[in-house]
């Protein structure tokens, strides 16, 4: 999908503010792994929470697109500081499909706004990406539910004010509720420390007889499924998004230095065939991750189910940040491997998003069962 000249120019808008504002942060994320409240800020201030969303709800009438674009501006900056806005503007999206007008006025607005995380509580420690695994439960009683069970690896869990959790019905079914994390029984634990992306403080979080009421249950009782989907979905392409700008920043790093470093006077980047192979590899596996995220994201406007697009996404995308982060490191040699460039974190990073945020192995699985069921009779 070809960019207007418009978008284009916001991209570069958002990547410059977000090198000046952003930059000076991402030590904070990466190497103390700790939320920063600083950059929450800073994101609100580029209001990427309203982006994707119509005027009439409290956005700024743009689209998914758009969004996906900053976000892999940002990311080109920071991915762990692209993730910041995701949770958010993923329950926001979902309030504004299945929730009630009561539920859109009471909470969208303020998510629009970014006034604070609101969390995606689905994983459990024994769900991995499997749905039908959820041991949580919502159990009905009188004009509430009383919710119990364990969540695993929730970003922003202890900094959000609410989280939308998916919880077994009764009949097996499952459900998503608005709960807000200051309700008796509610409780996290500690962050984990991870690999890469730790910025969100992903936590445990424990729901001993929580008390929700009725009208913050999503949609019907066994509509959290469908909940689930559709969020997951624009999950993974705002995460290939990030792919997408781990990839560019390593492009970026791996030319400057093959540029500026010589051999007997000469760049090597203009020297060496060995090392334009590996840019030329590096910048056709980015810009053809990149259609695929922009192609998906354009359908997202349109309305239409992406979750064939927004699983290749993830696979072509994750596979891309890993890949490109790689031969940038090949192309800077031992300085890759210090801490004097950014590609030691970023080949960090690239390695997270196959693993987390969507299993490749999973998405796989997921584009597969539509191509069979396009050629089975």
Same mark, same amino acid.
């Given at each position: 999908?070809?960019?207007?000249? $418009?978008?284009?120019? %916001?991209?570069?808008?958002?990547?410059?503010?977000?090198?000046?504002?952003?930059?000076?942060?991402? @030590?904070?994320? @990466?190497?103390?792994?700790?939320? *920063?409240? =600083?950059?929450?800020? =800073?994101?609100?201030?580029?209001?990427?929470?309203? !982006?994707?969303?119509?005027?009439?709800?409290?956005? !700024?009438?743009?689209?998914?697109?758009?969004?996906?674009?900053?976000?892999?501006?940002?990311?080109?900056?920071?991915?762990?500081?692209?993730?910041?806005?995701?949770?958010?503007?993923?329950?926001?999206?979902? !309030?504004?499909?299945?929730?009630?007008?009561?539920?859109?006025?009471?909470?969208?607005?303020?998510?629009? #706004?970014?006034?604070?995380?609101?969390?995606?509580?689905?994983?459990?420690?024994?769900?991995?990406?499997?749905?039908?695994?959820?041991?949580?439960?919502?159990?009905?009683?009188? @004009? #509430?539910?009383?919710?119990?069970?364990?969540?695993?690896?929730? *970003?922003? &869990?202890?900094?959000?004010?609410?989280?939308?959790?998916?919880?077994?019905?009764?009949?097996?079914?499952?459900?998503?509720? /608005?709960?807000?994390?200051?309700?008796?029984?509610?409780?996290?634990?500690?962050?984990?420390?991870? +690999?890469?992306?730790?910025?969100?403080?992903?936590?445990?979080?424990?729901?001993?007889?929580?008390?929700?009421?009725?009208?913050?249950?999503?949609?019907?009782?066994?509509?959290?499924?469908?909940?689930?989907?559709?969020? $997951?979905?624009?999950?993974?392409?705002?995460?290939?998004?990030?792919?997408?700008?781990?990839?560019? #920043?390593?492009?970026?790093?791996?030319?400057? %230095?093959?540029?500026?470093?010589?051999?007997?006077?000469?760049?090597?980047?203009?020297?060496?065939?060995?090392?334009?192979? +590996?840019?030329?590899?590096?910048?056709?596996?980015?810009?053809?991750?990149?259609? +695929?995220?922009?192609? &998906?994201?354009?359908? /997202?406007?349109?309305?239409?189910?992406?979750?064939?697009?927004?699983?290749?996404?993830?696979?072509?995308?994750?596979?891309?940040?890993?890949?490109?982060? *790689?031969?940038?490191?090949?192309?800077?040699?031992?300085?890759? !491997?210090? #801490?004097? +460039?950014?590609?030691?974190?970023?080949?960090?990073?690239?390695?997270?998003?196959?693993?987390?945020?969507?299993?490749?192995?999973?998405?796989?699985?997921?584009?597969?069962?539509?191509?069979?069921?396009?050629?089975?009779?």
């Amino acid at each position: 999908m070809l960019l207007s000249p $418009e978008l284009v120019e %916001y991209r570069d808008t958002i990547r410059a503010r977000a090198a000046e504002r952003i930059g000076p942060w991402v @030590d904070v994320l @990466d190497r103390e792994q700790r939320f *920063s409240p =600083e950059v929450w800020a =800073e994101l609100r201030d580029l209001e990427l929470f309203g !982006l994707p969303f119509a005027a009439d709800v409290g956005g !700024l009438g743009g689209s998914f697109l758009a969004f996906a674009v900053a976000t892999e501006a940002v990311a080109s900056i920071s991915a762990g500081a692209a993730l910041y806005p995701g949770t958010t503007v993923q329950v926001a999206a979902t !309030l504004l499909r299945q929730g009630t007008p009561a539920q859109v006025e009471r909470w969208v607005p303020g998510m629009l #706004r970014g006034e604070a995380p609101v969390a995606w509580a689905f994983t459990e420690p024994q769900t991995g990406s499997d749905p039908r695994q959820l041991q949580t439960t919502a159990v009905p009683d009188g @004009d #509430r539910w009383r919710l119990n069970g364990q969540k695993l690896f929730i *970003s922003y &869990a202890r900094q959000a004010a609410a989280a939308v959790v998916f919880a077994r019905t009764p009949g097996g079914s499952v459900g998503a509720f /608005i709960v807000e994390t200051n309700s008796p029984g509610w409780t996290t634990g500690r962050p984990f420390e991870l +690999l890469a992306m730790g910025g969100g403080e992903p936590a445990p979080i424990f729901l001993d007889d929580v008390v929700v009421p009725a009208d913050q249950l999503i949609g019907a009782p066994d509509r959290g499924f469908d909940a689930m989907i559709a969020g $997951e979905a624009e999950g993974k392409v705002r995460a290939a998004a990030i792919c997408v700008g781990i990839a560019q #920043r390593a492009i970026d790093e791996a030319a400057g %230095y093959a540029l500026q470093r010589t051999h007997r006077g000469e760049p090597i980047a203009k020297k060496f065939p060995t090392i334009q192979g +590996l840019l030329g590899e590096m910048e056709a596996s980015t810009l053809a991750a990149r259609a +695929l995220v922009h192609h &998906a994201a354009g359908l /997202i406007d349109l309305g239409r189910d992406v979750a064939r697009e927004a699983a290749a996404a993830r696979v072509v995308a994750g596979r891309t940040a890993r890949e490109v982060t *790689s031969a940038a490191m090949q192309v800077c040699g031992a300085y890759g !491997l210090t #801490r004097e +460039l950014p590609l030691e974190r970023l080949y960090r990073e690239g390695k997270f998003f196959e693993v987390a945020q969507g299993v490749a192995e999973i998405q796989r699985s997921i584009v597969a069962r539509h191509v069979i069921a396009d050629h089975s009779a």
